[in-house]
């Protein structure tokens, strides 16, 4: 008989990871895969995707149906990104209100369902990581929550309102948190967790 039960896990993909298993594109040889953190069984795909340059939370599943469902609207997912230069009240109001930019040839208004200013306790959940030198100027962090992503829309985002993203991290998709995950851990987990 066969098993027909579907497997889940929560990753902490690394930076310079890409959210794929298999590398198709042949100008990018030496990358490094989801496949080379654990042994997955065959049929794991990854639930949405964080960019090469990009860390955190990564869900995997061998569920379409599961992958379908988180991936649309109804599931908030958060970022901590840590911007270039101290970011205003304003600018965060105007990550709310909503910021217009080009997504692949077509103008998006993109708005934060959340979006709020970190202090360094809420940074104790991240690995740190000296992105730059002090003298390059200060960096402030923030949370942004949407309900939706586009390519790239968190950096557009903050790149709108003069802050570009220096550094990415998905804390959180819908209840599922990082917690104390460590770069380049997965845990396997139930879909109760979802």
């Given amino acids: 008989m066969l098993n ?14 890409l ?9 990018r040889k030496n990358k490094k895969l989801l496949g ?16 090469e340059k990009s860390e955190g939370l990564l869900l995997l599943t061998t569920d379409g149906k599961t992958s ?4 649309s609207k109804k599931v908030e997912k958060e970022y901590f990104a840590q911007v270039d230069g101290i970011i205003t009240q304003e600018a ?9 930019f080009n997504n692949r040839g ?3 208004l993109a708005k934060a369902h959340a ?10 959940i991240i690995p740190q990581m000296k992105i730059r030198s002090d003298r390059h100027g200060p960096t402030s962090w ?11 829309q968190v950096r557009k985002m903050t790149a709108a309102v003069d802050h570009p993203t220096l550094r990415l991290v998905r804390v959180r998709i819908g209840t599922v948190g990082i917690e104390d995950l460590k770069a380049g851990e997965v845990i396997e987990i139930d879909e109760s967790s979802f």
């Fill in 142 to 152: 923030l949370s942004i929550t949407l309900t939706e992503g586009k390519f790239r």
């Fill in 19 to 27: 959210s794929q298993f298999v590398n198709n594109q042949n100008r």
């Fill in 92 to 100: 965060i109001d105007r990550l709310i209100a909503g910021v217009e």
């Fill in 106 to 108: 077509t103008d998006f």
């Fill in 36 to 51: 080379e953190l654990a042994d997955f069984p065959e049929g794991t795909m990854a639930i949405g995707r964080l960019d």
């Fill in 115 to 124: 979006a709020r200013l970190l202090n360094q306790e809420d940074l104790t």
């Fill in 68 to 71: 379908e469902l988180i991936r």
């Fill in 4 to 17: 027909t039960k579907h497997r889940h896990f929560k990753i902490y993909k690394p930076y310079g990871y």
